[in-house]
Nanobody, 114 residues
Framework: QVQLVESGGGSVQAGGSLRLSCAAS????????MGWYRQAPGKQRELVAT???????YYADSVKGRFTISRGNAKRTMYLQMNSLKPEDTAVYYC????????WGPGTQVTVSS
């Protein structure tokens, strides 16, 4: 059974940092691009960052220079290092893998207070 599970969310003050992790199980995701999305209350889910199997990255303008996406050596894990967090970063963050279908994790809450 394919499963993605996020961890590392929590509450932090503005300017702080968090590191999100995504653990993949059930199959090898090494060939597939993966990414982080987020959804704030009352808003649509939006792309945060993506990373290809070759390590190429893309960032939304709103997080560029503050967030860093990476993959573990075994390609079964993915990370999102979030620095200089702002209240507008508050959202549920989701891990995604794009294969024959799109896989999603259940999400992890990130709350940034001012």
């Amino acid at each position: 059974q394919v499963q993605l599970v996020e961890s590392g969310g929590g509450s932090v003050q503005a300017g702080g940092s968090l590191r999100l992790s995504c653990a993949a199980s059930g199959r090898t995701f090494s060939r597939y691009p993966m990414g982080w999305y987020r959804q704030a209350p009352g808003k649509q889910r939006e792309l945060v960052a993506t990373i290809t199997s070759g390590g190429s990255t893309y960032y939304a303008d709103s997080v560029k220079g503050r967030f860093t996406i990476s993959r573990g050596n075994a390609k079964r894990t993915m990370y999102l290092q979030m620095n200089s967090l702002k209240p507008e970063d508050t959202a549920v963050y989701y891990c995604n893998a794009e294969g024959p279908i799109a896989w999603w994790g259940p999400g992890t809450q990130v709350t940034v207070s001012s």
